[in-house]
């Protein structure tokens, strides 16, 4: 694995959580310190023609167990997106085209789970110590977004559809939104005199940055003209959902920036059947990070 988490369960190092802040966006983090490279956010997906709906040659939801993803009528842990991981891995470097697809009935159930919210669910139970739901976290958002790598091949190659990139993008997204809620609970558990303020500080700003850059590549996926009208409103909807809490944990800076960009994006003919589900987004994005003043009492 690209990353490790240090043995000791109550210190958790916020530099490992920005690896997969860029990751689908084909940048990479290095534990050993070296300054990450963030990709821009033009790559957000792969440049291609239009495919819509590309042949279903995926397997069945049977082979896929046969193979070793987890079964689909239970909800995955971060352990069991790991193992599914590696066996679609193993299944894309044979053939990208043989990968689970969206609503499919010969793999509509393993995709299903695979990008499920219910997945999420333990990441938000109090009832389990932080130590436990933060590891899970970053695993989780670590594996999402090596899934959504997994299937960027795929979708140049015009073997997977626009749904598909989208479906993952939204899990990948949810996951972030995720952590910076853990992050948030976890701060305040911090002492004063914590040895590893500044390293913890240094990481959390770096993680902040790499939250910036995966916004700004879904914001810029809304764009692309590889996926369908009715995949980017599809996106605006888990945008909507998620990206408002994410931006809320930004620097101003980054704020300011999105909301420009959705602006800019809300005035764009070429976007003009999007409009709507973008103004959802911007209107969201706007309250969270420019809360109405309360008047004076």
Do not use: C
């Not at 933060?134 to 091949?153: F, H, R, S, V």
């Amino acid at each position: 694995m690209l990353i490790q988490l240090r043995r000791r369960p109550a210190v958790i190092d916020f530099g490992l959580l920005v690896y997969l802040s860029s990751i689908a966006l084909g940048g990479g983090f290095s534990p050993s310190g070296v300054e990450a490279q963030e990709p821009s956010a033009k790559q957000a997906v792969p440049a291609r023609a239009v495919a819509a709906f590309p042949e279903d040659r995926s397997l069945t939801d049977v082979e896929y167990i046969r193979r070793g993803v987890p079964a689909h009528d239970r909800v995955w842990s971060a352990g069991d997106l790991q193992s599914a991981l590696k066996a679609l891995s193993e299944i894309a470097a044979q053939d990208p085209g043989l990968l689970p697809r969206f609503d499919s009935k010969r793999s509509g159930a393993t995709f299903g789970r695979m990008t499920a919210a219910e997945n999420l669910e333990l990441l938000k139970d109090r009832s389990l110590p932080l130590a436990v739901r933060m590891p899970m976290g970053i695993a989780t958002l670590e594996t999402t977004g090596e899934l959504t790598k997994l299937y960027l091949d795929g979708f140049a190659r015009n073997a997977i559809g626009g749904v598909e990139m989208v479906e993952l993008m939204g899990i990948m997204f949810r996951s972030a939104e995720a952590v910076v809620v853990l992050v948030d609970e976890f701060l305040p558990t911090l002492p004063p005199d914590d040895p590893d303020r500044e390293v913890r500080q240094a990481g959390l700003e770096q993680m902040k940055r790499g939250m910036g850059t995966m916004i700004a590549g879904g914001l810029t996926t809304l764009t692309e003209d590889g996926f369908s009208t009715a995949d980017r409103i599809r996106l605006a909807g888990y945008l909507r959902e998620t990206v408002p809490t994410i931006a809320g944990s930004l620097s101003k800076a980054s704020q300011s920036e999105i909301l420009r960009r959705l602006d800019d994006m809300t005035r764009d003919p070429k976007l003009k059947e999007v409009h709507p589900a973008i103004d959802e987004l911007r209107k969201a994005v706007r309250e969270k990070v420019e809360p109405a003043e309360q008047p004076p009492r």
